[in-house]
């Protein structure tokens, strides 16, 4: 099986040479999925609106791997501290409403400089 790198106009890591995310087969796996408006490339100034575009971002990446959401297994966020849990919550909600079809979670409190969370994702693609 060959891997291919995974690119979304807007989304990125600079001109470093890294792709948002990797496939192999029917797996892919993301890096860091940042909040970051891709249109601006600049941060909402709103937590609330950096998790919502960071999820956004997320399907976005999943998307051009040729999945959706549906196909999400596990989602691991990092954050700096965990008051954002509760801007992090409903974006859950909305973007899995089924709770007994929900991606696993595990939240990590990690040193993030310039934004209030990043996220990586692992999908079973179909």
Not at 54 to 66: D, K, Q
Not at 94 to 122: I, K, N, Y
């Amino acid at each position: 099986m060959t891997r291919r790198s995974i690119h979304v106009p807007g989304l990125g890591h600079g001109a470093q040479p890294i792709p948002l995310a990797s496939v192999v087969g029917n797996l892919m796996a993301s890096g860091g999925i940042s909040g970051k408006d891709p249109a601006t490339g600049t941060f909402p100034e709103d937590a609330a609106a950096e998790v919502a575009q960071a999820f956004a971002n997320m399907r976005a990446i999943v998307e051009a791997a040729g999945g959706s959401l549906d196909q999400v297994v596990k989602v691991t966020v990092f954050v700096p501290d965990r008051s954002i849990r509760e801007h992090l919550n409903p974006v859950w909600e909305e973007c899995f409403p089924d709770p007994e079809s929900r991606p696993a979670r595990h939240t990590l409190e990690v040193p993030l400089v310039g934004m209030r969370l990043q996220l990586e994702a692992l999908a079973v693609l179909a």
